[in-house]
């Protein structure tokens, strides 16, 4: 089955830009399917940042669109995020997902587990 | 598009049944026919799990006790018999246009 497993680092300073990975098993990136990002901050809601298809179309939040780039390495097999520019309010758990059909705005069947991401000096 | 749960919390017996509300801002229902809401869980220490798409259809492998209705901007999350595995923070979604966006959450717990 599809797995989605996250790695980047815990802890980036205010205004770096914070880089997370997302490496696709089971199933080849390349596939018709989309691949998003959606981060918690700590206690709170769920926040959709984007999503991405491997051909080029791309989906963001406009809240975040001038500070987030989503990206897709099939070479690699993995899905890439990065947030520039980062403050305090930054700091959330991050979750590759993808949507379960081959429409961006399907409702995602498959999730990572999760990398928390704490921005501070 | 913004989605308001309802209640926050809710406590329930083992066996009871309970209910949570999804009032979204505007219409949910798109052009194609289809109403796009769809409803996750995410257990204590856990990522989020999708529960029901489209108001009412059950995700693949999704106990028959979870059940989705509604329509237009009024959404309901069922669950006929809360088992203790179903403690966690419920979310609503909506997929009908961009940005994507969440309900708040309803948090479950067992008395």
């Known amino acids: 089955q599809v797995q989605l497993q996250q790695s980047g680092p815990g802890l980036v300073r205010p205004s770096e830009t914070l880089s997370l990975t997302c490496a696709v098993s089971?199933?080849?990136?390349?596939?018709?399917?989309?691949w998003g990002w959606i981060r918690q901050p700590p206690g709170k809601g769920l926040e959709w940042l984007g999503t991405?298809?491997?051909?080029?179309?791309?989906y963001y939040n406009p809240s975040l669109r001038s500070r987030v780039t989503i990206s897709v390495d099939t070479s690699k097999s993995q899905l890439s995020l990065l947030v520039t520019s980062v403050t305090a309010a930054d700091t959330a758990v991050y979750y590759c997902?993808?949507?379960?059909?081959?429409?961006?705005?399907?409702?995602?069947?498959?999730w990572g587990q999760g990398t928390m991401v704490s921005v501070s000096s | 598009i913004v989605l308001t749960q309802s209640p926050l919390s809710l406590s329930v017996t083992p066996g009871q049944p309970a209910s949570i509300s999804c009032q979204s801002s505007?219409?949910?229902?798109?052009?194609?026919?289809?109403?796009?809401l769809s409803w996750y869980v995410q257990r204590p220490g856990q990522s989020p799990q999708l529960l029901i798409q489209?108001?009412?259809n059950r995700f693949s492998g999704v106990a028959h006790r979870f059940s989705g209705s509604g329509s237009g901007t009024d959404f309901t999350l069922k669950i006929s018999r809360v088992e203790a595995e179903d403690v966690g923070v419920y979310y609503c979604?909506?997929?009908?246009?961009?940005?994507?966006?969440f309900g708040g959450g309803t948090k479950v717990e067992i008395k």
């Open positions: 997902a993808r949507p379960s059909g081959s429409n961006w705005y399907d409702a995602f069947d498959v």
């Open positions: 089971g199933l080849p990136i390349s596939s018709d399917y989309y």
């Open positions: 991405v298809h491997h051909g080029g179309s791309a």
């Open positions: 505007q219409s949910l229902l798109h052009s194609d026919g289809k109403t796009y």
């Open positions: 489209e108001v009412s």
């Open positions: 979604m909506q997929n009908l246009e961009l940005p994507l966006t």
